[in-house]
């Protein structure tokens, strides 16, 4: 089994602190969701022991990350409580409701490529819910050995140029996730799965494990999945999802200051324009036309912004 780092020891030691009303409750992670049953870690002295639950309906919605805690009924465990989640918490649009997908996330890496045709609204949407759930974004280049994407209009954000196929690159994601609570995202056929296998070689054994105690196969599960990377920290690797949304209370201020990061370059053209209530439609001297016009910004890129504001006014931000 994997071992336990000493951050993750201090984090188990004071959520029991914090948690504990029972003295039967044992505090674990949740590393997966299945259908009908949940996937939890509990810290067996300086390794992990993973055990299926049960879990309490009136607890309402389980997600993978979630810090809860667990009572034996014979064979059988139970999860009576889970704790408040923070901040750094991801959510997705289902129902016309926020689903917390993943939560103590620390860091996201979002997977692009070249082939297929990179989706950048979908990096912008990524990249903007992960600036409002106050989680460190960065961008991960993936097949590089068939050509280099450009990422210069996110020169703000760190950026890896990786291949899984010759394994470039790698070394250095690797120890950007150490020690650190890391979510794997992107658009399907980006090569995530690949990525994860080279960062964990023992990835398989993982997998098995899981199964092994669900008595499930490997795609069964709807919902993200933890692994333990051999040099400490945790991957989530999460299904494809089109975008993360966030909290209907997330205050105006924070989602304007999250689009001033992502898209610094259109925001700079917009403080040139003429008007300060210009549209960026038919007013003269509009320097968001021009920049489009000579380059500076492109066409995609401007449709992006557009379709993201208006989603956030929508409220439809998925």
């Known amino acids: 089994m994997p071992k336990i780092t000493k951050q993750q020891q201090r984090r188990i030691v004071e959520n029991k602190i914090r948690e504990s009303k029972r003295d039967d409750l044992i505090a674990a992670i949740v590393i997966a969701h299945f259908g009908y049953e949940v996937l939890v870690e509990v810290?067996?002295?300086?390794?992990?022991?993973?055990?299926?639950?049960?879990?309490?309906q009136n607890l309402g919605e389980i997600s993978v990350g979630d810090r809860v805690q667990i009572a034996m009924q014979g064979e059988k465990a139970v999860i009576e409580h889970i704790a408040a989640r923070p901040k750094n918490t991801l959510y997705k649009r289902q129902a016309r409701k926020n689903k917390a997908i993943a939560s103590n996330v620390e860091q996201v890496l979002i997977v692009a490529c070249i082939e297929p045709a990179c989706q950048f609204n979908l990096i912008d949407r990524y990249l903007i819910a992960a600036e409002i759930a106050g989680i460190h974004a960065a961008i991960v280049a993936n097949k590089s050995d068939i050509g280099m994407l450009d990422l210069s209009v996110y020169q703000s954000f760190p950026i890896f140029h990786c291949s899984t196929l010759n394994g470039a690159g790698i070394k250095d994601i690797s120890e950007f996730c150490r020690d650190k609570e890391t979510l794997i995202c992107g658009q399907s056929g980006v090569g995530k799965s690949s990525l994860i296998s080279a960062l964990i070689p023992n990835l398989a054994i993982q997998i098995q494990e899981i199964s092994a105690t669900t008595k499930l196969g490997k795609h069964t599960t709807t919902n993200c999945r933890?692994?333990?990377?051999?040099?400490?920290?945790?991957?989530?690797?999460?299904?494809?999802?089109?975008?993360?949304?966030?909290?209907?209370?997330?205050?105006?201020?924070?989602?304007?200051?999250?689009?001033?990061?992502?898209?610094?370059?259109i925001f700079a053209a917009i403080a040139h324009c003429r008007f300060s209530d210009c549209t960026h439609q038919t007013e003269p001297h509009c320097a968001v036309k021009q920049a489009i016009a000579n380059g500076t910004i492109t066409a995609s890129r401007w449709e992006s912004f557009q379709s993201i504001k208006q989603a956030i006014e929508d409220k439809k931000f998925t």
């Open 43 to 56: 810290a067996r002295g300086d390794a992990w022991q993973q055990i299926s639950c049960d879990w309490r």
């Open 226 to 265: 933890r692994y333990h990377l051999p040099e400490g920290g945790t991957i989530i690797d999460t299904p494809g999802v089109r975008g993360y949304s966030f909290p209907d209370n997330t205050e105006k201020d924070a989602v304007i200051q999250a689009m001033h990061k992502v898209f610094p370059d």
